[in-house]
């Protein structure tokens, strides 16, 4: 159950890689076809100069939109730990009498050792 929940969501968490990666290869193209349809459809004249325009202020955004799609997808990874560590630093304490505490005081003994440190030979 738990096994397949979580092949469930690693599946999820691919397909979501997937769509984000063709994101970071389409972007900068949709982009620019989808402000030449909408410039277009207001009524304007799609001409060289406008166009060559367009294109080369796009070119300079091309990096930083191609990157778009990675930083939402490690936004949302961020949330999803940092959800994660704040359930485990929010949850109630280990009760002290959970844990039956037997024989020494201390949990690991250790009688009757010797400890010595030997020093390397210079070579």
């Given at each position: 159950?738990?096994?397949?929940?979580?092949?469930?969501?690693?599946?999820?968490?691919?397909?979501?890689?997937?769509?984000?990666?063709?994101?970071?290869?389409?972007?900068?193209?949709?982009?620019?076809?989808?402000?030449?349809?909408?410039?277009?459809?207001?009524?304007?004249?799609?001409?060289a100069?406008?166009?060559?325009?367009?294109?080369?202020?796009?070119?300079?955004?091309?990096?930083?939109?191609?990157?778009?799609?990675?930083?939402?997808?490690?936004?949302?990874?961020?949330?999803?730990?940092?959800?994660?560590?704040?359930?485990?630093?929010?949850?109630?304490?280990?009760?002290?009498?959970?844990?039956?505490?037997?024989?020494?005081?201390?949990?690991?003994?250790?009688?009757?050792a010797?400890?010595?440190?030997?020093?390397?030979?210079?070579t």
């Amino acid at each position: 159950s738990t096994q397949s929940t979580w092949l469930e969501l690693l599946t999820a968490q691919s397909y979501w890689h997937a769509f984000t990666s063709f994101l970071v290869f389409a972007t900068p193209t949709l982009t620019s076809v989808c402000t030449f349809v909408v410039y277009a459809a207001l009524g304007n004249t799609l001409d060289a100069k406008a166009i060559f325009t367009a294109l080369s202020l796009f070119n300079l955004l091309r990096v930083p939109l191609s990157f778009l799609p990675v930083v939402i997808f490690s936004m949302v990874e961020s949330s999803v730990a940092l959800d994660r560590v704040s359930a485990f630093l929010t949850a109630p304490e280990v009760d002290v009498n959970a844990v039956e505490q037997s024989g020494p005081r201390a949990p690991i003994t250790i009688s009757y050792a010797v400890f010595c440190l030997k020093k390397k030979k210079e070579t």
